[in-house]
């Protein structure tokens, strides 16, 4: 037995115990039947929390709240749950289908340098450096307003609009900054295609098919790196972590010897010091890559102006 419009009225009653949030139950959802399960709906807007992002679009059972709780019962959360009526209610999501998991120790700036003195211009994958599940997810829900699943999720629905034909394509393409994840990765590229088919079904279609993401990144000087400097008086510890890779670069590339003085003459506060250290040892660019793949479900409203999903 479920109980939504009580479940529903509870969460709102403990938002207005809590936050004084006013108890807001709109009129069409009163007059909805009970459901046992619902879509979870955000506000779209850079405020809400990625990790509600990730459930925007998913359809959730009251009886088994996902890892987040229920809309509403964390902490300022202005997410909404839509009662789920099948063939009525729209919803979309993706599901990522490569395992995201890498058993390789994640890599900090000061490895992005040293692979570029001594990798010899080996390309390396995200999973390799243990980075992979990191730039996927935040692409997903971090890049933009609202993560790239949920624009690929209003182009796919605009896109199965216009296709009577039933097969529905999107192909994407763009750069993105990944800074937050490492500082190392500045912006790169990520592309790739949707390919599915859409059904008619009433006033809706339902949607189905895979996506492939591709992400291609150079590293290729460190001297790049953006505000290199400000990085450097920030990470006291990477800073001297790099000072000590350097001097075991010299060691192994023997381009020469390390200059005599080194560590005095290298200091957080003179940053060009270490910029001609660097210069001296060369290096070598080399690619950042790597794949992943995300199924596609969605019912979405024949008529776009109605519909949750379209490109605003
Ligand atoms: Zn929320």
Redesign the pocket.
Same mark, same amino acid.
Request: glycine share 8%; proline share 4%.
């Given at each position: 037995m479920t109980l939504h419009r009580a479940d529903l009225y509870r969460l709102r009653f403990d938002r207005y115990l809590r936050f004084g949030t006013p108890i807001d139950l709109p009129l069409e959802r009163k007059n909805d039947p009970t459901t046992e399960r619902y879509v979870w709906r955000? +506000?779209q807007d850079a405020k809400? +929390?990625w990790t509600?992002r990730a $459930?925007d679009g998913q359809i959730f059972a009251w009886s088994a709240p996902p890892t987040?709780g229920h809309?509403?019962e964390?902490a $300022?959360? +202005?997410?909404e749950a839509i009662p789920y009526r099948p063939g009525e209610t729209e919803f979309a999501y993706h599901t990522f289908t490569t395992g995201l998991a890498s058993s390789y120790k994640r890599w900090e700036d000061s490895d992005f340098v040293w692979h570029f003195f001594t990798g010899g211009g080996h390309s390396v994958t995200l999973s390799e450096i243990g980075q992979l599940r990191d730039i996927a997810e935040v692409y997903a829900y971090e890049t933009g307003t609202e993560g790239a699943f949920r624009r690929l999720s209003d182009q796919i629905a605009d896109e199965a609009r216009k296709s009577p034909s039933g097969s529905v394509h999107v192909h994407f393409d763009n750069t993105y900054d990944f800074g937050d994840v490492a500082f190392s990765h500045g912006r790169s590229r990520v592309y790739g295609d949707f390919d599915g088919t859409a059904v008619q079904r009433g006033d809706m279609l339902s949607i189905e098919g895979e996506t492939e993401f591709h992400f291609r990144d150079v590293f290729t000087d460190p001297l790049d790196l953006r505000q290199f400097s400000a990085w450097l008086k920030a990470n006291p510890l990477s800073f001297w972590r790099l000072v000590d890779l350097i001097r075991v670069a010299y060691a192994v590339s023997g381009v020469a010897p390390l200059p005599p003085g080194f560590y005095k003459k290298v200091d957080v506060e003179d940053v060009s010091s270490i910029f001609r250290f660097i210069s001296e040892l060369g290096g070598t660019r080399y690619k950042i890559v790597d794949d992943w793949t995300a199924s596609f479900r969605a019912d979405i409203f024949r008529n776009q102006n109605l519909s949750d999903y379209k490109i605003k």
């Amino acid at each position: 037995m479920t109980l939504h419009r009580a479940d529903l009225y509870r969460l709102r009653f403990d938002r207005y115990l809590r936050f004084g949030t006013p108890i807001d139950l709109p009129l069409e959802r009163k007059n909805d039947p009970t459901t046992e399960r619902y879509v979870w709906r955000t +506000r779209q807007d850079a405020k809400v +929390r990625w990790t509600h992002r990730a $459930n925007d679009g998913q359809i959730f059972a009251w009886s088994a709240p996902p890892t987040t709780g229920h809309p509403g019962e964390a902490a $300022n959360c +202005r997410c909404e749950a839509i009662p789920y009526r099948p063939g009525e209610t729209e919803f979309a999501y993706h599901t990522f289908t490569t395992g995201l998991a890498s058993s390789y120790k994640r890599w900090e700036d000061s490895d992005f340098v040293w692979h570029f003195f001594t990798g010899g211009g080996h390309s390396v994958t995200l999973s390799e450096i243990g980075q992979l599940r990191d730039i996927a997810e935040v692409y997903a829900y971090e890049t933009g307003t609202e993560g790239a699943f949920r624009r690929l999720s209003d182009q796919i629905a605009d896109e199965a609009r216009k296709s009577p034909s039933g097969s529905v394509h999107v192909h994407f393409d763009n750069t993105y900054d990944f800074g937050d994840v490492a500082f190392s990765h500045g912006r790169s590229r990520v592309y790739g295609d949707f390919d599915g088919t859409a059904v008619q079904r009433g006033d809706m279609l339902s949607i189905e098919g895979e996506t492939e993401f591709h992400f291609r990144d150079v590293f290729t000087d460190p001297l790049d790196l953006r505000q290199f400097s400000a990085w450097l008086k920030a990470n006291p510890l990477s800073f001297w972590r790099l000072v000590d890779l350097i001097r075991v670069a010299y060691a192994v590339s023997g381009v020469a010897p390390l200059p005599p003085g080194f560590y005095k003459k290298v200091d957080v506060e003179d940053v060009s010091s270490i910029f001609r250290f660097i210069s001296e040892l060369g290096g070598t660019r080399y690619k950042i890559v790597d794949d992943w793949t995300a199924s596609f479900r969605a019912d979405i409203f024949r008529n776009q102006n109605l519909s949750d999903y379209k490109i605003k």
